[in-house]
Each structure stands twice: as C-alpha cells, then as structure tokens.
C-alpha cells in the first residue's frame, strides 16, 4: 500500500518562519532575559531575517544543504538563531547538551561528521578538544563564565557567520528532508541519533501547539534547555506555529522565575518536578498570568499552591510532540499523565500483545508515521532503528502505564533500564561501563535512588576484585568524573560482596532499589 501524503506537503521550516515573518511582522518572538547584562528582544521579522543571514552565512563558508554543524550552546539568543538558521538553509543542526564530557562531545562531532562548531566562550577549550577535525569553529559573545580572550584564539565570533539572504541557494520545500538531530540515551553505553525531518518539525510545532491550546497573544516562559525536545518543540516551535512570544532565560531559576514572568505577563511555562519543587521555596505573587503550566502530571497537588491548572503529558525525543497529554477543555484526573493524544496510536499492552485491562500495568507503544508524527531513524544505526518497532510498525517506547478505570494514563516504570535524573534519560549501563574500566571493578549495578528534587539519582552496587578494595570508591568517584557528565555520576557508591539474582542470573535490581533505605537518599 503506498505511503500516505504528509500534511506537510511542499513545506519546510521556511514555510513557517517566513509565513509568522508575515503576517506577525512587529510582534515580538524572542523576548532575551539574561541574568547579568541588557536584554534584548527580536520581533518575529527581526527574527526571520537574523536567521537567513545566518543561514546565508553558512552557505558563504561553504557549509552545503545536509551538512551537520555542531551546536554546543546554554540556552541564550544565538541558540535558536543557529538551530532555525542552519534548519532554514537546508543545514542539519546537531543540538548536544552543554553538560557533556569531553568523551560524549568527541563522540558526537565524529558520530554526526559535523563539519562546524558553535559554542560559548565557557565551553570554547572543550569544543576544541572534541573537534581536532572540523573546518572551523565559532564563538558567541553571550558569556555564561568569563575567559581569557587566548582561550577564543581561533575562533570565529559568531556575528561573522552572516550573509546575504538573496545568496540563499534556492532549493525545493521538502518535508522529508533532514531538519536536525539530537543524542539521546539508550540501553547502550553509547547514545543514539535521533533524526527529525522537517515534516517532524512542523507536525511537533502543530500538534504540540494544538494541545496546549497556545494562542497569538500568549507569552511563553522557557528556561528549560534548548538543545532538548521539550524547549525545542513544546516551547519554541509550538509558539512559532500560533505566533506566541518566547521570554528565554538562560536556565531555570527559582528566585527569577516570578520576577520575569511578572515582568512579561507569561502565560505559559513548560516546567520538570524539580522546578516547581525549587518554587515551593518561592513567595507566590498574589496574581499572575499564568493560563496553564505543563509537566509530566496533571494537577498535582501543588496547582492550589501557585495558582495554576498544571497539564500533564508524556512524550520523548522519538515521538517529536506528546503522545499522551491532557485536555485543556475538560477536568483531568490528578496525577495522570493526560489521555492517548488524538494525533497518534496509543497502546498498552501485556507481555502477550494483549491490551491491558482498565487498572492493569502494560508496556507503552506508539503507532504513527515515520518522518512525520515518529522519528526518522537513528543515525547510521539501522539495526537500532529497526529494534525501535515491533514487526506491526509500533515505536518501543521502553515505558510501562497503568491504565486508570477512567481511561485516563499513569506513568508505572521504566522497562528498559533506564534513569531520569532532573528530567534526563540516563542508561544504567554506560555508569556501568565507566564503573568496570576502574582496575579492581569485578560487578557492578547501577540503579536509581529516590532523590528529594531530582526525583531520582544513581547509585552504585560495586563487588570489587579479589584483594582490590583499597581507595576503590575514591577511583571510581574519579573516573566518574572524568568520563561521564555531572548529573550522570553516582551520588551513593556501595561495595559489596555479592548482587542478588533473579531468573538466568540476571541482577535483581528491585532488590537493590529496595536495599537503599530513605536514610541513604541522596539530599545534594
């Protein structure tokens, strides 16, 4: 049966920003919030045109349509003029996130063959040493920390990758072309590609803005990172598609966060726990605009608290917009994650294919199309694009839900073994691996520990070597520094003499989970 047509037929990301470019003209898009210095703002046409001249400037360094550039950037303007900038040239942007390693970003600049980098001055040493290879590298005048100006020798400033938007070399709109990629967690040590098309990032913006019920006049608080779906699709580009306006805060901070959102009457904000756990701290002001917050539940109990009707929903670089969300327009049941979002095919199921009855637990899939509604593929990877899908076409998403009496979805586990550290996917197994290259490492078991605001961290079960004991914990503290990024290191590391089993002598990491009382949580 042939394909179907994609509601995106003869467009792109040019479609879009040149359509807001528009018919939205003065209003303003990007609202810049810094936390020292002035901010500035951008009007929707002032936005387009920063992002052709970038792209145009691109181009005038050679860069081609499907090339890769590397973007290694905290949330600050230049972010989302490089990532629309190279999407709006045909330019595949390759988003990473800035608290990698070294190890992590010298992987991604190889994985991706990007053949440029932009960074900030605080990451400028690192991104040289993670790209011996590329053409050229350039530097934004946004200073998260100060450095030396012999820290940027060789670098370009940003403001130098600037052309003319009519030496734009013309190209068709095409939907399925690649639009950017992002490194996401597996169950392997090494994280995956995932590739979006344009027609992903046009069904993200819609769809997402659909669900969220977002409108013109809205104004959208993001402090979330940039180079993660949830600011990419949720915040930015769901505000493009209505013609909303974006506040960007470098990052999330609780004693700024109602200060700008009072400043700006924000309207919307995308949030994690650990943000409005970070706020319980916070006085809340007597009025504000807030019209919905969204998070991982629906009206939790602290919506009475700040005066909010929180959203829930779920969803994953995979699936672009949210699969199972809220309703804007009808009560939602507290703490679910929302209902199976119209947009896409929803299934719980048994571990005999069967779907799960009303109070029962069943792994999570998701049917929709490849390209549009699901990812494109992982790149370079077939064998793990293909072991994404069940045989019927369904994405694995590795999740577990309770199906309510209502209908309504709740997250239960995760079936693969995976971490979420403040909103991060982390496997297990690549702490494993950096734990087993320490000498005296016999075993070890990674699993999550309950975490006040990070609802969860890792924590370490080591078996060491026979007679290698001494100073291990002190090595294995080390070469989790080294080789793996803060939020990923292990809070608690525990030596012991065996792990329980379960069938086939698999861990038992249940038991493990179970064995860390609430007196060795981690607090920090």
């Known amino acids: 049966m042939q394909e179907s047509i994609t509601p995106f037929e003869g467009m792109?990301?040019?479609?879009?920003?040149?359509?807001?470019?528009?018919?939205?003209?003065?209003?303003?898009?990007?609202?810049?919030?810094?936390?020292?210095?002035?901010?500035?703002?951008?009007?929707?046409?002032?936005?387009?045109?920063?992002?052709?001249?970038?792209?145009?400037?691109?181009?005038?360094?050679?860069?081609?349509?499907?090339?890769?550039?590397?973007?290694?950037?905290?949330?600050c303007p230049e972010a989302l003029i490089a990532w629309l900038g190279c999407a709006y040239a045909g330019v595949v942007p390759v988003t990473t996130n800035t608290?990698?390693?070294?190890?992590?970003l010298a992987f991604f600049t190889s994985h991706s063959r990007s053949v440029a980098a932009i960074t900030q001055p605080s990451f400028a040493?690192?991104?040289?040493?993670?790209?011996?290879?590329?053409?050229?590298?350039?530097?934004?005048?946004?200073?998260?920390?100060?450095?030396?100006?012999?820290?940027?020798?060789?670098?370009?400033?940003?403001?130098?990758?600037?052309?003319d938007p009519a030496e734009l070399t013309p190209r068709p709109h095409e939907p399925m072309a690649p639009f950017g990629i992002q490194y996401t967690s597996g169950t392997t040590a090494r994280p995956?590609?995932?590739?979006?098309?344009?027609?992903?990032?046009?069904?993200?913006?819609?769809?997402?803005?659909?669900?969220?019920?977002?409108?013109?006049?809205?104004v959208h608080l993001t402090h979330l990172p940039l180079f993660h779906t949830n600011a990419q699709v949720y915040s930015v580009l769901a505000s493009l598609w209505v013609g909303a306006t974006i506040v960007l805060m470098p990052r999330f901070s609780a004693s700024r966060f109602w200060p700008v959102s009072l400043r700006h009457q924000a309207t919307w904000?995308?949030?994690?726990?650990?943000?409005?756990?970070?706020?319980?701290?916070?006085?809340?002001?007597?009025?504000?605009?807030?019209?919905?917050?969204?998070?991982?539940?629906?009206?939790?109990?602290?919506?009475?608290?700040?005066?909010?009707?929180?959203?829930?929903?779920?969803?994953?670089?995979?699936?672009?917009?949210?699969?199972?969300?809220?309703?804007?327009?009808?009560?939602?049941?507290?703490?679910?994650m929302g209902r199976p979002s119209p947009a896409y095919g929803i299934h719980v199921l048994d571990t005999e294919g069967n779907p799960v009855k009303p109070g029962e637990v069943g792994d999570l899939y998701?049917?929709?199309?490849?390209?549009?509604?699901?990812?494109?593929?992982?790149?370079?990877?077939?064998?793990?694009?293909?072991k994404a899908?069940?045989?019927?076409?369904?994405?694995?998403?590795?999740?577990?839900?309770?199906l309510g009496e209502d209908g309504s979805l709740f997250f239960a586990d995760r079936a693969k073994d995976m971490l979420k550290i403040g909103g991060e996917n982390v496997a297990a197994s690549e702490i494993e691996a950096a734990i087993?290259?320490?000498?005296?490492?016999?075993?070890?078991?990674?699993?999550?520990?309950?975490?006040?605001?990070?609802?969860?961290?890792?924590?370490?079960?080591?078996?060491?070597?026979?007679?290698?004991s001494d100073d291990l914990e002190i090595r294995i503290a080390e070469a989790c520094e080294r080789h793996l990024a803060d939020f990923k290191r292990p809070h608690v590391i525990r030596l012991v003499d065996q792990l329980p089993r379960s069938t086939l002598e698999k861990v038992a990491k249940a038991e493990l989970r179970a064995m860390l009382s609430p007196s060795s949580s981690a607090t920090a």
Request: aromatic share 10%; hydrophobic share 45%; proline share 5%.
């Open 99 to 104: 608290r990698s390693t070294l190890d992590d």
């Open 269 to 336: 904000t995308s949030m994690v726990p650990f943000c409005a756990k970070a706020l319980l701290d916070q006085p809340v002001p007597e009025q504000h605009s807030y019209r919905w917050w969204g998070n991982g539940i629906c009206a939790p109990g602290w919506d009475r608290h700040f005066g909010v009707t929180t959203l829930g929903w779920w969803g994953m670089t995979e699936t672009v917009a949210h699969g199972i969300v809220g309703m804007t327009d009808l009560d939602n049941t507290p703490m679910s």
């Open 125 to 163: 040493e690192l991104v040289r040493t993670a790209t011996p290879s590329i053409a050229w590298r350039a530097v934004t005048a946004t200073r998260s920390v100060i450095v030396s100006d012999a820290a940027l020798t060789g670098f370009n400033a940003f403001e130098e990758i600037d052309g």
């Open 389 to 402: 899908f069940t045989a019927e076409g369904l994405l694995i998403t590795g999740d577990r839900v309770k």
């Open 366 to 386: 998701v049917g929709g199309q490849r390209g549009v509604s699901l990812f494109q593929e992982y790149v370079d990877d077939p064998e793990a694009t293909t």
């Open 192 to 218: 995956k590609a995932v590739l979006w098309t344009h027609a992903n990032a046009l069904w993200g913006a819609r769809v997402s803005a659909l669900h969220e019920d977002l409108r013109p006049d809205d």
């Open 436 to 468: 087993l290259s320490v000498d005296g490492v016999a075993e070890v078991a990674v699993v999550g520990m309950f975490h006040p605001m990070l609802d969860e961290v890792p924590a370490a079960f080591v078996i060491p070597a026979t007679g290698k």
């Open 12 to 75: 792109d990301i040019r479609t879009l920003i040149d359509a807001r470019a528009a018919n939205r003209c003065d209003h303003p898009f990007l609202i810049w919030e810094p936390f020292e210095g002035e901010g500035r703002s951008w009007s929707y046409a002032e936005f387009a045109n920063a992002v052709k001249r970038f792209g145009a400037g691109l181009q005038a360094r050679g860069v081609k349509a499907k090339d890769r550039v590397l973007i290694h950037l905290d949330n």
